[in-house]
């Protein structure tokens, strides 16, 4: 008869062995909370940054490297610019508000909120759409084209690239708004997610249009 203890088949080997921190692809980055899909988004929204601060870099240069310079007011709509960048400051506002009712479970508001959030972008796209067209056949100033000045191809240049994203952003909400409208989204995360990843783009290409605003139209 053998007095040998009997070796335990189930036991745990290794200290805190009953708790897995092996790092994980599935939902977060290595267990630190953080999902994906915002890890993806805001490195995307870091080349975006480096995108627009060259843009923005090499204005300010040429604007100051420049003896002659066209003043914004005697050459762009001023006043209807920046009612239209109170409608994209109100557009973030309303997505907030959507994207908290969502949360809370109010998929009334939520909707509503998605809804108002792409009609404004909307409008600002349609607003800077008629900008271009005053602009282009001098209806209030004279005429400011690509090819007429060293101002008229930068002022194009960054506003039509941040237009662009707006009117890519402003797809993107027309998306979620009929999907919310169909009741796809919901309080927990993985049922707004989609929501609060497009909100984050979103919010982004209103703050670079502030920016944008201010030196090109204020300064």
């Known amino acids: 008869m053998s007095d040998a203890p009997a070796i335990p088949h189930d036991e745990p080997h290794g200290?805190?062995?009953?708790?897995?921190?092996?790092?994980?692809?599935?939902?977060?980055?290595?267990?630190?909370?953080?999902?994906?899909?915002?890890?993806?988004?805001?490195?995307?929204?870091?080349?975006?940054?480096?995108?627009?601060t060259a843009l923005i870099g090499a204005y300010i240069v040429l604007r100051f490297g420049q003896t002659a310079w066209p003043?914004?007011?005697?050459?762009?709509?001023?006043?209807?610019?920046?009612a239209n960048t109170f409608l994209?400051?109100?557009?973030?506002?309303?997505?907030?508000?959507?994207?908290?009712?969502?949360?809370?479970?109010?998929?009334?508001?939520?909707?509503?909120?998605?809804l108002l959030t792409t009609i404004f972008g909307a409008l600002f796209v349609g607003v800077q759409v008629y900008e271009y067209y005053g602009l282009w056949f001098g209806l209030h100033h004279p005429p400011l084209r690509p090819h007429s000045s060293l101002f008229g191809s930068c002022f194009y240049v960054m506003t039509g690239f941040h237009g662009f994203h707006v009117f890519c952003g402003v797809v993107a909400m027309a998306v979620l708004t009929v999907m919310g409208y169909k009741g796809k989204f919901g309080p927990k995360y993985e049922q707004h997610a989609a929501v609060e990843l497009t909100g984050l783009y979103w919010h982004f290409v209103d703050l670079v249009w502030i920016i944008l605003f201010a030196i090109v139209y204020l300064m």
């Not at 200290?15 to 490195?43: Q, S, Y």
């Not at 973030?92 to 909120?113: C, E, F, H, K, P």
């Open 88 to 114: 994209l400051i109100c557009s973030s506002v309303t997505l907030v508000w959507g994207l908290q009712s969502i949360q809370a479970g109010d998929r009334t508001r939520g909707n509503l909120g998605l």
């Open 15 to 52: 200290h805190d062995a009953g708790h897995d921190d092996r790092p994980t692809a599935h939902g977060t980055v290595l267990n630190l909370g953080i999902h994906n899909g915002k890890i993806g988004m805001w490195l995307f929204l870091g080349s975006e940054v480096m995108f627009f």
């Open 71 to 82: 003043e914004p007011a005697e050459t762009l709509d001023v006043p209807l610019t920046a």
